[in-house]
């Protein structure tokens, strides 16, 4: 170990982040975003900061926190600070069950009730897994037929993860999910196998239109109302009455007879909401 390095791991050991800063933090992130971060995500943000300390060239907890909310540092440093304690999560057909129910009942209903252009929305999008996912259930479905077409819009609070998420590129055993005959078609392996990357095929990448955008925002600017939404994962992290706002914005967001997706682990009991159960975990607004 170099004397240079030891000198800044030491420098580390000292630097703690103290309860009265990480309460600043999580005050911040919780009225920007709705994530609540209990003192047992105290350790957590500690660590996940110190790739901040560095790359602002900042020593410690305290100098950064003080540049943040006392110096003017908010305004350049807050995206980094989002994505620096946003959980990002996510899998090829994750939750299968969702895009089985989207293939089988969706889509069809919504082609024999007239739907000529289905417009589907992937909220928390994280790394593109999900909105991927959703375009290669619709390329699949559409394939031979003339009845129709589909778009999708991918967002997140993360710019991080949506510059990754447009560039389509991942591991490729992150695609092991997907079925055989899908991964034909719309996965391209690298030229060089040792790179051990695959890309998602263009004709899929340009189906889908990456924007940043905050769930914590009074009025969603998604433009033309949604067929399909997938908010999943996410409600967990809000306490119930922003569950309560998030839902009733999306509901907003829904073109009648529309279908909202979320996580299996969250539920929308207790809200008031102009959605009907068709599924677990998956409603159709009235």
Known sequence: M???TAAVQAQQSGNRLSMRDFNRLAQFVNEYSGIKLPESKHTMLEGRLRRRLRA???STFDDYCRYVFEEG????EFVH?????TTNKTDFFREPKHFEYMKSTVLPALVQEGVSRIRAWSAACSTGAEPYTMAMVLESFFEGRRDGSYSILATD??????????????????VDPVPGPMRQKFVMQAEDP?????????KLRSKIGFARHNLMDKRYDVGDKM????????LIYFDKPTQGKVLSRLSDCLAPGGYLFIGHSESIAGHELPLETVANTVFRRK
């Open 73 to 76: 540092g908010l305004e350049s």
């Open 227 to 234: 067929h399909v939404i997938f908010c999943r994962n996410v």
């Open 2 to 4: 170099g004397k240079a």
């Open 194 to 202: 040792g790179r051990k990357e695959v890309r998602i095929v263009p």
């Open 81 to 85: 600070l989002v994505d620096t304690v």
């Open 157 to 174: 609070l993360s710019t991080d993860v949506l510059e990754k998420a447009w560039l389509g590129i991942y591991p490729a055993d992150h």
């Open 56 to 58: 602002t060239g900042i």
